[in-house]
């Protein structure tokens, strides 16, 4: 309350919309006291919140609307990760066809009637949306094909617009990322300005590309050099205003949001940052990347009280740095790290249930059952039981009210 800035950030990982409430009530009551708060949500994932603005069900309800005409098609994801095994086990049993476009060999492809090669972040374009709306574009590193050519690895989007292609007989609907953007912006009108938040692939800067790589970028044949002590011609790039070499512009010029590094001749990487602002520390030269999809609206009332809560423990995922995260958990080094399954009670709540540190307990909620032991967490709140989420062969962690706790030894 005294300070002239306050930030307020809400966590988004327990579903809740009182919580989000909750929050939007405190910055509305800030701002009658004349101060200027800002509200930021902790977000569980990249682009939940550019999913989140393409609205839909949960995934739930996609899975039981499943039935034996369906042709399932996941782009990306591990329904194991998102849904009992139970409930996806029964839907991918009952489609007529299962479809996975993935980067990753998870549960879910090992499933699949067909499977394709997606292209990782790494590998691909694309756009985003962080957690403060802000619609951000993100280019392909390198083209996998370069390295291997026969490679079979495509963008998702490609994928899905050859099978659009084949299945209508027609030519496909998008060639290049300009014009997936765009059909994008204009089915989606909370996504309208996402074609601003970069330049499209005709941009030039003096008449040239932007480089990817640094002047002093040397080696490129030997990249190859297993395959062919010939260089064949650099990738070509119809998605991005960027060339896939050091040959091209490189300097304080590149709009802000195709800058793929920071050099300039004397500085070393960041002071070179200092070439590229309008001052130390400030906005970019030439412009700010990505570009704000929602902005902040103090106009509107209180929200109401939320309702009270249901009878029964309420389950909290708690997230780790090693192991919440999927890709981090698939490497061996990190792998090292992930913590063992357990859960975590408050040491008041779990001295009323008479529960000792490390005993076993077992936690049921909504036909999903946990049994681990028991670790004390003195900054859980009263009530709530918390469970790691994501670890690997651990399933989903639904967040919920209304969870029974007993011991694990209990029949």
């Known amino acids: 309350a005294g300070a002239a800035r306050p930030l307020i950030v809400c966590g988004t990982g327990m579903r809740s919309a009182a919580l989000l409430d909750a929050c939007a009530n405190i910055a509305r009551a800030l701002t009658v006291r004349g101060t200027q708060p800002a509200l930021t949500l902790a977000l569980p994932e990249a682009n939940s919140l550019g999913v989140a603005l393409l609205g839909g069900s949960d995934v739930g309800h996609a899975l039981d609307a499943v039935d034996s005409d369906t042709v399932l098609l996941v782009v990306e994801n591990d329904l194991y990760r998102r849904a009992p095994a139970a409930q996806v086990d029964a839907a991918l049993a009952r489609a007529r066809c299962v479809v996975v476009i993935d980067h990753q060999l ?51 989007w490609r994928w899905l617009a050859e099978l659009f292609a084949t299945g209508s007989h027609e030519a496909a609907a998008w060639r290049t990322l300009d014009e997936i953007t765009a059909a994008c912006a204009s089915a989606h009108p909370e996504l309208a300005a996402i074609v601003a938040a970069a330049p499209d692939a005709v941009t030039r800067v003096h008449g040239r590309r932007v480089a990817r790589q640094p002047p002093r970028y040397s080696g490129r044949t030997a ?80 929200a109401g009280a939320p309702a009270a809560p249901a009878q029964g423990w309420q389950v909290a995922p708690l997230h780790h740095l090693f192991g919440s995260e999927e890709l981090s958990a698939r490497a061996e080094v990190v792998r090292t790290l992930v913590p ?43 009530g709530v039981v918390g469970i790691p989420a994501g670890l690997p062969g651990t399933g989903p962690v639904l967040a919920g009210t209304g969870a029974r706790l007993q011991s694990g030894d209990t029949p």
Request: hydrophobic share 40%; net charge negative; aromatic share 10%.
């Open 223 to 302: 990249m190859r050099a297993d395959v062919s002590v010939h260089e064949p011609r650099a990738p070509q790039d119809p998605d991005s205003a960027l060339a896939f070499s050091m040959e091209g512009y490189a300097g304080p010029d590149e709009p802000g949001p195709l800058i793929p590094f920071a050099w300039s001749p004397g500085w070393n990487s960041p002071q070179s940052w200092n070439k590229f602002q309008d001052e130390v520390g400030g906005h970019l030269r030439a412009g700010d990347p990505g570009v704000r999809l929602l902005e902040s609206d103090a106009s509107g009332g209180y």
């Open 106 to 156: 998870t549960p879910t492809a090992e499933r699949a009637h067909l499977l394709l090669p997606a292209a990782s972040f790494a590998e691909g374009d694309g756009t985003l949306v962080n957690n403060e709306g802000r619609a951000q574009r993100f280019f392909q590193v390198y083209d996998p094909a370069y390295y291997n050519l026969a490679t079979r690895i495509r963008e998702s």
């Open 340 to 382: 063992a399954p357990y859960v975590a009670l408050h040491p008041d709540d779990a001295a009323r249930e008479g529960f000792a540190a490390g005993s076993t307990v077992r936690v049921e909620l909504d036909g999903q059952v946990w049994t681990a032991p028991l670790v004390l967490r003195p900054t859980l709140a009263a």
